[in-house]
């Protein structure tokens, strides 16, 4: 073929968003060729790229939508050190059909003990499965829902919460929120009930929510719904970072 009608055949590829034929008609071509490839296999192929650009380019996006601020996979996660959480249970969880079913996770647990990394690795790999998920810790959940009506920013992570299949709230618990903020609080969870999964990091017990949130019925209320069709993890043991405390001087 004459490389005018390759260069065509790219701007055409380009007119129609088919991103992997225009990149790599040259290799579709001599791979064709190579091995003697039928018109069926060569359609084949080039279809088939183009869905796995496609695929890989919305993942990608799923995954910088999420926000996490931090990579953390299961295969770190020790759980030898970690005995709250079986890895039978973890890779139960990893199938993610809790999330077709609406279920929620909530995790409870002093500091150190894996909350927020074992979070993170059920969010990736849910990204990765193809869910919609958002990563946020309480404090910018609550700037984001007070700040909605004046802020373009807020509103649109507000928006990203509700059209999420998964949302992860991490660290209730760490600063004490009034009582406007703590009705904001109830009204999204209200609002995400049966429609979404979250996940709830805390370092407070539930006896605790109420001097947290400050109202017993709303605390009720919420609780309510979190628990409802939920797994609850009591996360106990040592803080993994005190116990693998790095020391630069002492190498
Ligand atoms: P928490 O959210 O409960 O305060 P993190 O999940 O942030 O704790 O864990 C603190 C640090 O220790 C992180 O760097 C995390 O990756 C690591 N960590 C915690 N528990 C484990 C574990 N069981 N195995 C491996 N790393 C762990
Ligand atoms: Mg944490």
């Known amino acids: 073929m004459n490389n005018s ?15 992997s034929l225009n990149e790599n008609i040259d290799i579709f071509l001599k791979d064709a060729e190579l091995k003697d490839s039928s018109y069926q296999e060569f359609l084949f192929n080039i279809l088939e790229g183009e869905i796995k650009a496609k695929d890989k380019k919305a993942q990608e996006k799923r995954l910088k939508m999420a926000g996490f601020p931090i990579k953390k996979i299961i295969e770190d996660f020790d759980f030898n ?35 927020t990394h074992l979070s993170i690795a059920l969010g990736y790999k849910a990204v990765e499965m193809g869910y919609r998920v958002t990563f946020t810790s309480m404090d910018n959940l609550i700037y ?87 797994d609850l993890f009591n996360m106990t043991g040592k803080s993994y970072r005190l116990e693998h405390r790095e020391s630069f001087l002492q190498g």
């Open 81 to 115: 050190f970690q005995k709250s959480i079986t890895k039978k249970q973890v890779n139960r969880l990893l199938e993610m059909d809790w999330i077709d079913k609406v279920y929620n996770l909530i995790f409870l647990g002093p500091p150190g003990v894996g909350k």
């Open 5 to 19: 009608k390759i260069e065509t055949i790219k701007q055409h590829a380009k007119t129609l968003k088919l991103c």
């Open 144 to 230: 984001s829902l007070k700040t909605q009506e004046i802020s373009r920013k807020s509103k649109g992570k507000v928006n990203k919460i509700y059209s999420s299949d998964l949302v992860i709230i991490d660290e209730i618990g760490y600063l004490p929120i009034t009582r406007e903020e703590a009705n904001l609080f109830f009204q999204l969870i209200s609002s995400l009930y049966e429609q979404a999964s979250i996940i709830i990091t805390s370092n407070k017990g539930f006896e605790d929510w109420t001097e947290l949130l400050g109202d017993p019925a709303l605390t009720t209320a919420i609780l309510d719904r979190l628990t409802y069709k939920c």
